[in-house]
């Protein structure tokens, strides 16, 4: 059966593979990215989400089985809080409906969170549970009042990506229809291909179990292996 992949970010290193890897195999992809996409899109405001979800279902010429998501904006700025989390998230969450709709529906998610930078607790929680306006003028004021902290503001996004993947996944309403959620998270050990081959797998019918897991690349490579 040939799938049909949304893929977020096709212009990083690990999109690029993940468009190639899916070309190769045979399947369909609405590739979307800032520029050069099928879908080119502006993450980091509400109206450009929404913009972007309109113009991948007029694209769509099948079920959307599964979205991968690579994007990044690597900046410590609220943009960052804007693109990294609630573009990522507020995307998936319009697809919901297109995606409950086919048979193995998946999401994988590459997540940029390292564990050796600090995040800020307060702005994660405010970023997890409340409005994307509080959320920016916290991260505003962190940006104004400790300047030398500004990366924090960066890494708090990604860690409260990388709690949303597990919180979503136990949601009834993504379980019912079978909507599996994952993250993978990648260092430089790792190729953008071995990441790619990860993150498809994940999004893939083979995968009838994980959901609400963030996996490191080289343990899921081995679980990968092993089917």
Do not use: C
């Not at 290193?13 to 190639?20: P, R």
């Not at 890494?155 to 597990?166: D, G, H, M």
């Not at 953008?192 to 081959?197: F, I, R």
């Not at 009838?208 to 899921?220: I, K, N, S």
Request: proline share 2%; charged share 20%; net charge neutral.
């Amino acid at each position: 059966m040939v799938r049909t992949f949304v893929v977020i970010g096709s212009n990083t290193a690990v999109g690029k593979a993940v468009v190639s890897l899916v070309t190769q195999k045979g399947g369909n992809v609405i590739s979307l990215d800032s520029q050069n996409a099928d879908v080119n899109l502006d993450f980091s405001t509400a109206a450009g989400r929404l913009e972007a979800i309109e113009k991948v279902l007029e694209k769509k010429s099948f079920t959307i089985d599964a979205i991968i998501s690579t994007a990044n904006i690597v900046a410590n700025k609220p943009v960052a809080i804007s693109a990294n989390f609630f573009g990522t998230t507020q995307f998936i969450e319009g697809m919901y409906d297109e995606l409950k709709r086919t048979t193995t529906p998946r999401v994988s998610i590459l997540n940029y969170f390292d564990f050796s930078l600090a995040t800020s607790s307060e702005l994660v929680e405010v970023i997890l549970h409340s409005k994307e306006k509080k959320a920016l003028k916290l991260a505003q004021q962190i940006l104004e009042s400790a300047p030398d902290l500004a990366y924090k503001l960066y890494s708090s996004s990604q860690k409260a990506l990388w709690f949303w993947v597990q919180d979503v996944a136990k949601k009834r309403h993504w379980r019912r229809p079978g909507i599996l959620i994952n993250a993978v998270t990648a260092d430089s050990s790792a190729s953008a291909e071995e990441v790619a081959e990860l993150l498809i797998w994940l999004a893939s019918p083979i995968n009838q179990t994980h959901t609400g897991e963030v996996f490191e690349a080289r343990a899921l490579m081995q679980l990968s292996s092993a089917h």
